[in-house]
């Protein structure tokens, strides 16, 4: 956002009165925004950062603690959080693609292993631990046969051939 606003300032589009207004307005609320939001300081060093460049702009001088610092130095701040930003919401889209491997969720799937079976009950073994199971309809299982899990329903498995 910081380096959108002073690229457009840089390629003018926008004036120096406008950018000032804006990067205040944005380092004022980036850095509000911080209470309530867990950024873990991100949102409050971009807060700083608008503030730093708006007052570097209004004044004319580019000084940090007296040292001088070139715009391409605030190009690149703002290159390297957009960078963390994407990577970090591309991390939070994997994971909230993974398939779910705990709780009754996990089990949907899943192939179990006949223990007895007769018409449209019986025991199924699933990772070690021994379920009762149901069909919708008759099935003729013998043991060790393979099923697949379609549903949970409270402490009994809804399978199909």
């Known amino acids: 956002m910081i380096t959108v606003i002073l690229a457009l300032h840089f390629m003018g589009f926008v004036s120096l009165e406008t950018t000032v207004t804006f990067l205040y307005v944005v380092g004022i609320a980036m850095i509000v925004a911080e209470i309530g939001v867990v950024s873990f300081g991100l949102l409050a060093f971009n807060g700083l950062v608008a503030l730093f460049a708006a007052y570097s702009l209004q004044v004319g001088e580019v000084l ?22 994407v990577s970090g919401i591309a991390i939070h889209i994997w994971l909230r693609n993974l398939k779910t491997d705990t709780g009754t969720e996990g089990m949907i799937g899943a192939k179990a292993v006949i223990l007895e ?5 019986g025991k199924v073994r699933v990772e070690g631990e021994i379920w009762k199971a149901s069909s919708s ?25």
């Open 64 to 85: 940090l603690f007296g040292i001088p610092v070139d715009w391409n130095i605030v190009f690149g701040i703002g290159f390297v959080e957009f960078a963390c930003i």
């Open 117 to 121: 079976w007769t018409g449209k009950r």
């Open 137 to 161: 309809h008759r099935l003729d299982l013998a043991p060790n046969d393979e099923v697949t899990i379609e549903a949970v329903e409270k402490l009994q498995l809804i399978v199909r051939a």
